[in-house]
Structures are given as structure tokens and as C-alpha cells.
């Protein structure tokens, strides 16, 4: 199961809002997960988030400990610290290898993605592609449809409503704990797809994932 914290998932008991799904959603819960990331403040001066679920669009995917580093999470004026359950889950949600704290992760993202477009990208630019394909004008998730045997390992789809991880040719139910079983499944149907079609070639040029202990386990 994944990490729940006290220090970094309540504030005065109560759950922080900052834990990301895999279809985009942040919200409160107290189970940290095995990553964190940001896209920049989106928090007020008491902790609560607005309106605002992005600031920049280097949304990055970042280790939970990093040369010692400690932050007061959710400070005023500080960037707003989101947790996932995985990498799996941070890069469906649209983030991507943070070029700092996951370097080697971050040049391995580089490798595939120039595999895939033909060329070396630096951040900005994959930044640019990545947004067009993650969020829309009225700000949701953007989805697309493929078939379900296609896709690559970490990838996440909508299977009969729920967020489910496709890994070593199974499906994995998505939880904020950790993976369970999920329905019986036709390899050939077409699904909605929730990580980004960008991230999606990537994947498919070699980038792998981390994903959550439970996603290996006999499901």
C-alpha cells in the first residue's frame, strides 16, 4: 500500500487537497503515494486551493526526498506540493520527469520523446506539446480513444468507469492505495484513454514508468 503521512496529508486532521488522480482531479485524502510534483501556487495563504489547477506548464514529476531537502508543505508564496500514487499516475494526470531531482528519469523521457518526434527536445518545448495534449480550453482532461492491446505499459484508461493502469498486458484498478483487480477485459476493444497521446508515444518509444509495488503483484 502506499505511504500515508500525517505530516504532509492532514492539516489539523483534516486531509489535504493535494493528491492527484489519474483523471486530473486533485483531492483530499490522506495516503501520500510513492511521488510528488507541482505546476506552480495553487494554494491560498491558509492552504486551500482555488480555482487555479495550474500555473505554469512545466508540470513535473518529482522524487519525495531530494539532497535533504525540506519544505513546509503547502506554504504561503511556495509552490503547492501534489502527490500520486506513482509515476504512472503523475504522467496520466500530464506531468512529466522533473530534470533536477529525477535526472536520469528526466533523460530517459528525452531519449523517447526524441525517438518520437524525430528530435531533441528542451523542456519548454516538450512542456508546449504536453499541454496542448493534456488540458482543454474549458480546462478538462483531454482523453482520446484507442484500442486497449496497443497501448503501452503504464498507461492509464477509463475501464467501465474507473481509472484503471494497463501493465504487463493486464488491467490494474486504480485506488489512492494501491492496485487491485479489475474487470474481465477484451485486449481489442477500444477505451477512453487518459494519459496524453504525447505521453502515450513516448511510452511506446521505451520510457517506462515507476509504478506502485501493488501494480506487481498477481491481480
Keep these: 500500500m502506499a505511504s500515508c503521512s500525517d505530516e504532509t496529508g492532514t492539516e489539523r486532521g483534516r486531509p489535504r487537497q493535494n493528491r492527484v488522480l489519474p483523471t486530473g482531479e486533485i483531492v483530499a485524502v490522506t495516503c501520500r503515494g510513492t511521488m510528488m510534483g507541482n505546476r506552480g501556487i495553487l494554494h491560498d495563504s491558509k492552504g486551500i486551493l482555488g480555482q487555479a489547477r495550474w500555473r505554469h506548464k512545466a508540470w513535473i514529476c518529482c522524487r519525495l526526498a531530494f539532497k535533504k531537502r525540506q519544505r513546509q508543505v503547502m506554504a504561503p508564496g511556495q509552490y503547492t506540493e501534489l502527490f500520486f500514487l506513482d509515476e504512472a499516475v503523475a504522467l496520466a494526470a500530464g506531468h512529466r520527469p522533473c530534470a533536477e531531482c529525477r535526472r536520469e528519469a528526466y533523460r530517459a523521457?528525452?531519449?523517447?520523446?526524441?525517438?518520437?518526434?524525430?528530435?531533441?527536445?528542451?523542456?519548454?518545448?516538450?512542456?508546449?506539446?504536453?499541454?496542448?495534449?493534456?488540458?482543454?480550453?474549458?480546462?478538462?482532461?483531454?482523453?482520446?480513444?484507442?484500442?486497449?492491446?496497443?497501448?503501452?505499459?503504464?498507461?492509464?484508461?477509463?475501464?467501465?468507469?474507473?481509472?484503471?493502469?494497463?501493465?504487463?498486458?493486464?488491467?490494474?484498478?486504480?485506488?489512492?492505495?494501491?492496485?487491485?483487480?479489475?474487470?474481465?477485459?477484451?485486449?481489442?476493444?477500444?477505451?477512453?484513454?487518459?494519459?496524453?497521446?504525447?505521453?502515450?508515444?513516448?511510452?511506446?518509444?521505451?520510457?517506462?514508468?515507476?509504478?506502485?509495488?501493488?501494480?506487481q503483484l498477481e491481480v
Excluded at 140 to 161: K, M, N, T
Excluded at 195 to 211: E, F, L, S
Design 109 to 215: 523521457w528525452q531519449s523517447a520523446w526524441a525517438r518520437t518526434f524525430g528530435r531533441t527536445a528542451r523542456a519548454p518545448e516538450m512542456d508546449d506539446v504536453l499541454h496542448r495534449d493534456r488540458v482543454g480550453r474549458d480546462r478538462r482532461q483531454i482523453r482520446h480513444i484507442a484500442p486497449l492491446g496497443g497501448l503501452p505499459d503504464g498507461a492509464f484508461v477509463l475501464w467501465r468507469g474507473v481509472p484503471s493502469l494497463w501493465f504487463r498486458r493486464q488491467l490494474r484498478g486504480f485506488s489512492t492505495d494501491g492496485y487491485t483487480s479489475a474487470p474481465s477485459h477484451d485486449a481489442k476493444e477500444k477505451v477512453e484513454v487518459l494519459t496524453p497521446a504525447a505521453t502515450i508515444a513516448v511510452m511506446a518509444a521505451g520510457y517506462r514508468p515507476a509504478v506502485h509495488p501493488s501494480a
